[in-house]
């Protein structure tokens, strides 16, 4: 990510993520769009590398 800290990107998808699959926990109505969400919340898992994880490890 250019002029950014991929760190801070990796943590926003993270929160958006756990918060849509609460929402599933809390017994939120469940439609196929929500479904789709948390699906490409988990997209993101694709695109970290092993440079990515060392730079968040530091």
Do not use: C, W
């Not at 918060?19 to 939120?28: D, I, N």
């Not at 769009?33 to 490890?57: A, G």
Request: hydrophobic share 45%.
């Amino acid at each position: 990510m250019a002029g950014g800290n991929p760190g801070s990107k990796l943590l926003i998808d993270f929160r958006s993520y756990f918060h849509a699959l609460e929402k599933v926990r809390a017994g939120s109505l469940i439609s196929l769009t929500v479904i789709s969400v948390i699906l490409s919340r988990l997209d993101f898992l694709k695109k970290i590398t092993s440079t990515n994880y060392l730079t968040i490890q530091h």
